[in-house]
């Protein structure tokens, strides 16, 4: 795994993030999925040819970032689901085919389960034909499986959002009977301001720096209006410095970071550089002239002017 891949599975995987994005995309911010109802799963899919596993020669394998069960109440109903985060950095266009494999693989895999359940109950014992030869019984269900993806760029998503936008002048009649597959995203680009307070974690100020981080007055003035940002963990740093370049320095000691004062420190280094390339640039024409119109060499006309040592190799590289 890269490195951003690393950071955002990392940060990612922390049920409170994870809940927190799910419950912004699918419930508007109410507080359905708790962090104490998450668990962990194996990242890995393995599909393999139903009640046969024995003979399977070639099974397929996937890798997730994260996949978590959840018990969930809505509507007074109790909700048994499996929810998937993909990360992605970068725009990939076939993504809608990726998340489709995912999801099949993870239902394949519950209905493996429930064939291996039965084989060690040996309870087939009046089931019909069908059943049997199935494996999987008529009382039987399924978990539903979501995935979530995750676009950590400033950038647009301007890829397929599903299946049917992968065609190319497709039967409009024949489109309706070939089932399409849409992928849930959250990209930072399309959130809206008044949006963001849906969030109840540090995913808020992550994703608002990812947003903003194009456009230095916009991102300056997010950071200086949300208290947040005067408290961002490692994780989150890792996340921003990974996915934006944001250059946010942490000392090994510190637990957070004040990212308002971090920017401010980096814009007044910032207007330094910039002061001293100007100062630079002053001296070397001052040089030039000198060496020109009086012969002079360049070591003495820095000595007339009294150029320092430290800026006497950035002037000397660049005549």
């Known amino acids: 795994m890269g490195v951003k891949d690393t950071v955002t ?26 962090p104490d109802n998450l668990e962990e799963l194996d990242t890995r899919e393995i599909g393999v040819p139903y009640g046969n596993p024995e003979n399977a020669e070639q099974p397929v394998q996937r890798i997730r970032d994260v996949i978590k069960s959840v018990i969930a109440m809505t509507d007074k109903k109790t909700a048994y689901l499996v929810l998937a985060i993909e990360n992605q950095s970068n725009v990939h266009y076939a993504m809608s085919v990726k998340n489709m494999v995912y999801d099949a693989l993870q239902y394949a895999k519950q209905v493996e389960r429930a064939i291996a359940s039965h084989k060690k109950a040996g309870d087939y014992k009046g089931a019909d034909s069908d059943e049997y030869l199935s494996g999987f019984m008529k009382e039987d269900h399924l978990m539903p499986v979501m995935t979530l993806v995750i676009y950590w760029s400033a950038k647009p998503w301007d890829g397929p959002l599903s299946i049917h936008e992968l065609f190319e002048n497709p039967d409009t009649e024949l489109l309706p009977f070939i089932p399409d597959y849409k992928i849930n995203l959250i990209a930072p680009a399309t959130i809206q301001d008044n949006d963001f307070s849906k969030f109840n974690t540090t995913l808020k100020e992550v994703l608002t720096f990812i947003k903003y981080s194009r456009d230095a007055d916009k991102l300056e003035k997010a950071v200086n209006s949300d208290e947040g940002f005067r408290h961002l963990g490692r994780n989150e740093v890792d996340v921003l410095n990974a996915c934006v370049n944001a250059s946010l320095t942490m000392n090994k000691e510190e637990e957070v970071l004040d990212v308002c004062q971090a920017i401010q420190t980096l814009n007044e280094r910032a207007a330094e550089k910039a002061a001293n390339e100007r100062q630079i ?23 007339v002017l009294g150029i320092s040592d430290s800026d006497r190799s950035s002037i000397a590289s660049r005549l």
């Open 9 to 34: 599975a990392r940060y990612m995987q922390q049920n409170e993030i994870f809940a927190d994005a799910f419950n912004y995309y699918v419930y508007g911010g109410r507080q359905v999925i708790h």
């Open 281 to 303: 640039e002053v001296l070397l024409q001052s040089v030039k002239n000198l060496m020109k119109n009086l012969g002079l060499s360049s070591d003495q006309a820095m000595n």
